[in-house]
T-cell receptor
């Protein structure tokens, strides 16, 4: 079974709007990571947040982590058409990284 | 910067045929992984190798075998392909050191496998 589950499964917004996607997981983690996948390509690492951190920023990305609720959110501010992709959270309970099912983000110009 | 290289990129197999997906990384990473990605299922871990000389089953290992040939290479073999193994396969690696930078996983570009 999947460790992480993203919500929503799909999201459509206009350029300039913010996009928020959520991830829930089941077991204790060392860290949580977010990855991006463009259509037909491999996944690319975006940001990592450790279990003792609550919020982290990287450019237009903001990630929060609530270990008591076993959930994380990824906020992309001022979205661009180039942000169109699938976004996955991944949790690292031990040595193996387990991915969620992903959120498909479509940003319209 | 090659990163993670996997071959072949596309393959069509007949049911019952065997094949091996090859993966190599040039980043001196300790851990390597094989995932499959199906529509609506996200990525599922097939097998992983935490370090050279070790391999372990992931979520969906049935029908597959792996070999960690050396630190650079990690191959995935389908002994008798089935239509249910039609999928996109991704190889990945990471340093898996104690440093935070060692947690990032790097992916290959994927191998599209169709079993008819």
């Amino acid at each position: 079974s999947q460790q992480g589950e993203e919500d929503p499964q799909a999201l459509s917004i206009q350029e300039g709007e913010n996009a928020t996607m959520n991830c829930s997981y089941k077991t204790s983690i060392n860290n949580l990571q977010w990855y991006r996948q463009n259509s037909g390509r491999g996944l690319v690492h975006l940001i990592l947040i450790r279990s003792n951190e609550r919020e982290k920023h990287s450019g237009r990305l903001r990630v929060t982590l609530d270990t008591s609720k076993k959930s994380s959110s990824l906020l992309i501010t001022a979205s661009r058409a180039a942000d169109t992709a699938s976004y996955f959270c991944a949790t690292d309970p031990l040595i193996k990284l387990i991915f969620g099912t992903g959120t498909r983000l479509q940003v319209f110009p | 910067n090659a990163g993670v290289t996997q071959t072949p990129k596309f393959q069509v197999l007949k049911t019952g045929q065997s094949m091996t997906l090859q993966c190599a990384q040039d980043m001196n990473h300790n851990s390597m992984y094989w995932y499959r990605q199906d529509p609506g299922m996200g990525l599922r871990l097939i097998y992983y190798s935490a370090s050279e000389g070790t391999t372990d089953k992931g979520e969906v290992p049935n029908g597959y075998n792996v070999s960690r040939l050396n630190k650079r290479e990690f191959s995935l073999r389908l002994e008798s392909a089935a239509p249910s193994q039609t999928s996109v396969y991704f190889c990945a690696s990471r340093a898996a050191t104690g440093k935070e930078s060692g947690n990032t996983i790097y992916f290959g570009e994927g191998s599209w496998l169709t079993v008819v």
